[in-house]
């Protein structure tokens, strides 16, 4: 069975600060995964693949096979970056997937 | 263009009723998805369906179920409510089903079973 765990519930940098939301999975094929946030008062978005290896809002996320984990980094953290993130693995390869949600991690940004 | 339309919006129910949720998904898109969100368990999956049919299924009892029309547009039907149902139900659509393009969810269906 796969899984997602992101070991911090919750998170506070200062404005200007790195920051590094950390996700860990397992799964025994082929990963893809997945940044999910959301803002308040907003619906969940996607915020980036690992697939597509792009850089959103000035995020980034490496996916490590061999320590499994899909770990989200930004060099410096903005107020608007505070939001709920959420690491997600979608199973089933080719197949019709599920996704899978780690149980998220609140970013609190300081000025 | 248009996004994921949940419907609708609050729900109060009684135990043991029945309740009908609606999801349109963004147009084009063929798979939905719904999820039940609570604080202690977090997101978790219930179904997804693609050109009508389900094609997964997450650990739920039967109470739970779900169907897709012709146009994409999927229902979801929770029968014998009970208090612990009351959850944001959310629907997310993707172009096709298990896609590695990510899915576009709704703004959800708050349900509360008193």
């Known amino acids: 069975a796969q899984r997602v765990t992101q070991p911090e519930k919750l998170l506070s940098v200062f404005k200007g600060a790195p920051v590094e939301l950390k996700c860990n999975y397992s799964?025994?094929?082929?990963?893809?995964l997945f940044w999910y946030v959301q803002y308040s008062r907003q619906r969940l978005q996607l915020l980036l693949r690992?697939?597509s290896r792009e850089s959103i809002k000035g995020f980034t996320a490496d996916l490590n096979k061999g320590e499994t984990s899909f770990h989200l980094k930004k060099p410096f953290a903005q107020e608007e970056d505070s939001a709920m993130y959420y690491c997600?693995?979608?199973?089933?390869?080719?197949?019709?997937?599920?996704?899978?949600f780690g149980q998220g991690t609140i970013l609190t940004v300081h000025p | 263009k248009a996004g994921v339309t949940q419907t609708p919006r609050y729900l109060i129910k009684t135990r043991g009723q029945q309740v009908t949720l609606s999801c349109s998904p963004i147009?084009?898109?063929?798979?939905v998805s719904w999820y039940q969100q609570t604080p202690g368990q977090g997101l978790q999956f219930l179904f997804e369906?693609?050109?009508?049919?389900?094609?997964n299924k997450g650990n739920f009892p039967g109470r739970f179920s779900g169907r897709q029309f012709s146009n994409s547009r999927s229902e979801m039907n929770v029968s014998t409510l009970e208090l612990g149902d009351s959850a944001l139900y959310l629907c997310?659509?993707?172009?096709?089903?298990?896609?590695?393009?990510?899915?576009?969810f709704g703004s959800g269906t708050r349900l509360t079973v008193v």
């Open positions: 147009s084009g898109h063929r798979s």
């Open positions: 799964y025994s094929g082929s990963p893809e």
């Open positions: 997600a693995l979608i199973s089933g390869g080719t197949s019709y997937g599920k996704l899978t």
């Open positions: 997310a659509s993707s172009l096709r089903a298990g896609s590695n393009y990510g899915y576009t």
């Open positions: 690992h697939i």
């Open positions: 369906y693609f050109s009508e049919t389900q094609r």
